[in-house]
Nanobody
Framework: QVQLVESGGGLVQAGGSLTLSCAAS????????MGWYRQTPGKQRELVAT???????NYADFVKGRFTVSRDSAKNTVYLQMNSLKPEDTAVYYC?????????WGQGTQVTVSS
């Protein structure tokens, strides 16, 4: 089992920045992918960005050039640096950890971008 604890959400004005963090604990495999998804009411959860243990990154088109995903494997922590935030980025952001057959989710953190 893997437990995920997120932090860093909040309210920010359009054009501002926020950094999300997610710390994983438990039985963690060396080979894993960590990342972020987001969800707004009435919509499906969507990928924002992921990063593998090798450092390979994948971004949704709508965040390319604005968001950066990174990780500290020694701390089992993944980060999401969000710049140039837009009102449409408002959502609950969920941390995700995948390893082997396991797919784990954090509790979610609200990000609200005011116009």
């Amino acid at each position: 089992q893997v437990q995920l604890v997120e932090s860093g959400g909040g309210l920010v004005q359009a054009g501002g920045s926020l950094t999300l963090s997610c710390a994983a604990s438990g039985s963690i495999f060396v080979l894993n992918t960590m990342g972020w998804y987001r969800q707004t009411p009435g919509k499906q959860r969507e990928l924002v960005a992921t990063i593998t243990n090798f450092g390979s990154r994948n971004y949704a088109d709508f965040v390319k050039g604005r968001f950066t995903v990174s990780r500290d494997s020694a701390k089992n922590t993944v980060y999401l640096q969000m710049n140039s935030l837009k009102p449409e980025d408002t959502a609950v952001y969920y941390c995700n950890h995948q390893q082997g057959r396991g797919d784990y989710w954090g509790q979610g953190t609200q990000v609200t971008v005011s116009s």
